[in-house]
C-alpha cells in the first residue's frame, strides 16, 4: 500500500518555487529518508502534507487514497521542535495533548515506556536534555496510535548519546509496524536506518532509491584514469573477468567496483593497446559522498 504519494507537489513563495513538482512514493513498513541540504524545501514540503501551509499546485494522496479526514488521523507528526509545556511532567504534558486530541489517556504509560521517558517522574520537562525533548515530542506524535509518522530533523542537535537513542526508537516503532518518513541532512544516520531515500536539492526532487540499490552503488572501488575509454573498458573487462555491469566510465576515468590486485598486468595490457595510463587509486564512494554528488546536481 502507498502510505503517501505525491504528484506534482508545488509551493511558491515570492515567485520562488520552494518545492518544486515533487512526485514521490512512501510505501507501507517503509522508513522513508528524505535528504536534503537546510533550506533544500523539505520542512515546506512536509508542512503542506500536515495541512499547515497551502499548496500551489499538485497534489497528494494518504493511504492509497482513502479520504482525507480518516486519513489525517492516521498521521503523527513531529516539525522542527516539539511544542511541550515545559513546566509540566512528561505524563502531564501527554494527558494534555491527550485531551485536545480527545483520545484515551490509558495509552499514556505504553506511549511513554514505548520512547523511553516512564521513569522520568516528577522531572519537568523544561529541565530535560534535548534527547529527552525529542523522545517527548516523538511520543505527543504516536497519541492515538498512527500508522504513519513524519518526523522533521529529529536528530538535529542531538549528542552521539541522543542520536543512538532516536535511532534505536525509531527501528523500534518500524518493527511495531510504523511506516516511517523523515527529514534529515545527517547523511550517516540516515543510512543506518532507512529503507528507501528521496534526496531534493533546491526544492526539486533528484532522485529515490532503495537501501539496497543505494549499497549497489556505493562502496571501495578503483578509479583509473586512461586515455581512451572505450578501449580500456574491454580491456580491464577480460583481465579483471568482470561484466561491464562492474566498470562505469566518466570522461577519462573508469571506475571499477572491485578492488584491483593484478594491478602490474592490468597496466601492461593497456600500455601494450597504446592507452596512457595516468592515474589509478582507490576512492571509497560512500552513501555520504553519492548524496553530496547528487545534491550538487552532479
Avoid at 164 to 170: A, G, K, P, S, Y
Amino acid at each position: 500500500m502507498n502510505v503517501l504519494q505525491t504528484d506534482g507537489l508545488t509551493k511558491v513563495y515570492s515567485d520562488t518555487k520552494v518545492v518544486d513538482g515533487v512526485s514521490l512514493t512512501v510505501n507501507q513498513g517503509d522508513i522513508y529518508g528524505f535528504v536534503g541540504k537546510n533550506g533544500a524545501g523539505k520542512t515546506t514540503f512536509i508542512r503542506m502534507i500536515l495541512g499547515l501551509t497551502g499548496i500551489t499546485d499538485g497534489s497528494f494522496r494518504l493511504f492509497d487514497g482513502e479520504n482525507i479526514s480518516s486519513a489525517k488521523k492516521r498521521v503523527g507528526s513531529l516539525i522542527e521542535s516539539p511544542a511541550i509545556f515545559r513546566n509540566m511532567t512528561a505524563k502531564q504534558n501527554l494527558d494534555i495533548y491527550c485531551t485536545m486530541l480527545g483520545t484515551d489517556k490509558k495509552t499514556i504509560p505504553d506511549i511513554l515506556k514505548t520512547v523511553g521517558l516512564s521513569d522520568t517522574g516528577r522531572k519537568k520537562s523544561g529541565d530535560f536534555s534535548l534527547g529527552m525533548k525529542q523522545r517527548l515530542g516523538i511520543a505527543i506524535a504516536l497519541i492515538g496510535n498512527p500508522d504513519f509518522l513524519i518526523l522533521d530533523e529529529p536528530i538535529n542537535g542531538l549528542d552521539p548519546t541522543g542520536i543512538v537513542d532516536i535511532r534505536e526508537l525509531l527501528l523500534d516503532l518500524k518493527n511495531q509496524g510504523k511506516t516511517i518518513f523523515i527529514s534529515s541532512h545527517i547523511l550517516g544516520e540516515l543510512e543506518k536506518i532507512a529503507t528507501c531515500y528521496g534526496i531534493i536539492s533546491s526544492g526539486k526532487l533528484v532522485e529515490e532509491i532503495t537501501s539496497q540499490e543505494l549499497a549497489e552503488k556505493c562502496g571501495s572501488r578503483t578509479v583509473i584514469t586512461v586515455s581512451d575509454t572505450a578501449k580500456s573498458v574491454e580491456i580491464i573487462a577480460k583481465i579483471l573477468n568482470t561484466g561491464s555491469e562492474n566498470i562505469e566510465c566518466d570522461k577519462n576515468n573508469i571506475f571499477v567496483k572491485s578492488k584491483i590486485d593484478n594491478i602490474g598486468e592490468l597496466t601492461n595490457a593497456l600500455f601494450n593497446a597504446g592507452v596512457t595510463v595516468s592515474g589509478i587509486s582507490n576512492d571509497e564512494n560512500s552513501a555520504e559522498k553519492y548524496f553530496i554528488r547528487k545534491m550538487e546536481g552532479k
